[in-house]
C-alpha cells in the first residue's frame, strides 16, 4: 500500500520488548527477560523473528558484560505457541515447565551467551 504521494509507508516487520526485573539498568541486580516478540504476517519465513531475538540477546549480553548482572535470560511462552517454541528453542532457551506465577505458560530460559 503506498500514499497518494508514491512514497511507501513505514512498516514494522518484527518487534521485541526485553528488559529487566527486579533490578535497574544502572545496578548488577535483577534477571533479563523477553516480554514479547512479534512478526508481521507479512514477513512470514523471513527469519525477522530470529534476527529481532538475535539482537536482543546481543543488547543483553552488552549489558552483562558491563553491569555484571548473571546472564540469564527468561521469557514465558504459551504452550500452545508451537512458532515461539520453536523461536526460543533454536536460539538456545530451554523449557523449564509451568511458570508458578501464570501457570498457563511456561517458563523458558537461557543461561549464557
Known sequence: MKPSDGHALDEIYAFVWFGIVNG???DAEGTYIIGY???SLKAHECHFG???LKHAIH???EDSEKS???PIIGTRIDPRNQASQKLFAR???QDTGIDDEA???HRWVR???
Open 24 to 26: 535497574k539498568k544502572k
Open 37 to 39: 516478540i512479534a512478526r
Open 50 to 52: 530470529d534476527f529481532t
Open 59 to 61: 543488547v543483553i549480553k
Open 68 to 70: 555484571g548482572r548473571e
Open 91 to 93: 536460539n538456545g532457551f
Open 103 to 105: 501457570p498457563e505458560y
Open 111 to 113: 543461561i549464557g551467551f
